[in-house]
């Protein structure tokens, strides 16, 4: 079964202190992760996308990286304005213009000055 | 702002009733996909619309249906109404089906 596990479910952090939150993934045929960031009663906002092992991006204090089995979003000297919730999202390969993904259900993390 | 629109934002209605909930995609986006998130289950794929045509099926219960219009807007039918049917509704578009999807701000459903 097509399945996102994030860990930890809630991360708190002093101000600066860096951390890692880890997605990991089983699904036939990845044809895409995604990070996205979310605050309450809003809607996700897109951060990444990784397509193969190995891959990086990074935004500011941001940094996704991509293995094979799992991916992590590392922040480094994380700021208050960081707290949200974090999604992890898979796409697999459907082929055609099928896109839907299959999310996990987030870390939230904290940030306290 | 992701360019995805959605209306109503809150949207408070009685078990039993019918409400719709309207989509406007980025512009130049074919696809739109519709995701409900509860605090349990996190967010669940419902169904996905790619120009005018049903293009994939998720978790989506028989009392819901969707339709995307000429236009490409989007619209989310959901009757019969539960308690349960409670949770934020997100609309998302993307220019096909294999690129980044950007989400809407959401309809927050209340059912009394």
């Known amino acids: 079964e097509d399945q996102v596990t994030q860990s930890p479910e809630a991360l708190r952090l002093q101000e600066g202190e860096s951390s890692s939150l880890n997605c990991s993934y089983t699904?036939?045929?990845?044809?895409?992760l995604f990070w996205y960031r979310q605050d309450p009663g809003k809607g996700p906002e897109f951060l990444f996308t990784l397509y193969s092992a190995g891959e990086e991006k990074e935004k500011e204090r941001l940094k996704a990286t991509l293995t094979k089995k799992e991916s992590f979003l590392h922040i480094t000297a994380p700021k208050p304005e960081d707290s949200a919730t974090y999604l992890c999202a898979v796409r697999k390969n459907y082929g055609g213009s099928q896109g839907n993904l299959i999310f996990g259900k987030g870390t939230k993390l904290s940030v306290k000055p | 702002d992701s360019g995805v629109t959605q209306t109503p934002k809150h949207l408070i209605t009685a078990t039993g009733q019918r409400v719709t909930l309207r989509c406007s995609p980025r512009s130049g986006d074919l696809s739109v996909y519709w995701y409900q998130q509860s605090l349990d289950q996190g967010l669940q794929f419902l169904i996905q619309y790619y120009n005018g045509e049903e293009r994939a099926k998720g978790n989506i219960l028989e009392r819901f249906s969707a339709q995307q219009f000429p236009d490409l807007h989007s619209e989310l039918n959901l009757s019969s109404l539960e308690l349960g049917d409670s949770a934020l509704y997100f609309c998302?578009?993307?220019?096909?089906?294999?690129?980044?999807?950007?989400f809407g701000p959401g309809t927050r459903l209340l059912v009394l």
């Open positions: 699904v036939s045929g990845l044809r895409g």
């Open positions: 998302a578009s993307s220019l096909q089906g294999q690129e980044t999807q950007y």
